[in-house]
């Protein structure tokens, strides 16, 4: 699982998708597929790719419940966000990338 994965699920199920990195701080996914390091100025001394194939768990938090107040975020295990990205490939529509 790969971050262009996540960027990809994020904007087709219009969700936010968050995880720990090692040093503390938290990546945040949004439903436009980009990633965000919140409170993180200047050059960062951290890989994004790396930090997410360590992490184990992850938050999704839809963006419409947002809107009205909801709870924030589900958690969900690597596994299992690992299915969501394999799975939701093969449901979309054929890319037509190369015409």
Do not use: Y
């Not at 790969?2 to 936010?16: H, N, P, S």
């Not at 999704?60 to 709870?71: E, I, S």
């Not at 589900?74 to 939701?88: D, F, N, Y």
């Not at 490939?89 to 054929?94: I, K, M």
Request: aromatic share 4%.
């Amino acid at each position: 699982m790969k971050l262009v994965d996540l960027r990809k699920l994020a904007i087709r199920k219009q969700i936010r998708i968050r995880f720990r990195l090692r040093n503390g701080m938290e990546c945040v996914i949004t439903e436009h597929g980009v990633s965000q390091v919140p409170g993180w100025h200047g050059v960062p001394d951290f890989n994004l790719e790396e930090e997410l194939a360590q992490a184990a768990s992850f938050l999704l938090d839809p963006v419409a419940a947002r809107a009205k107040g909801a709870p924030e975020g589900k958690p969900v295990p690597r596994e299992e966000l690992a299915g969501m990205t394999a799975g939701g490939a093969s449901a979309e529509a054929p890319s037509h990338e190369d015409d």
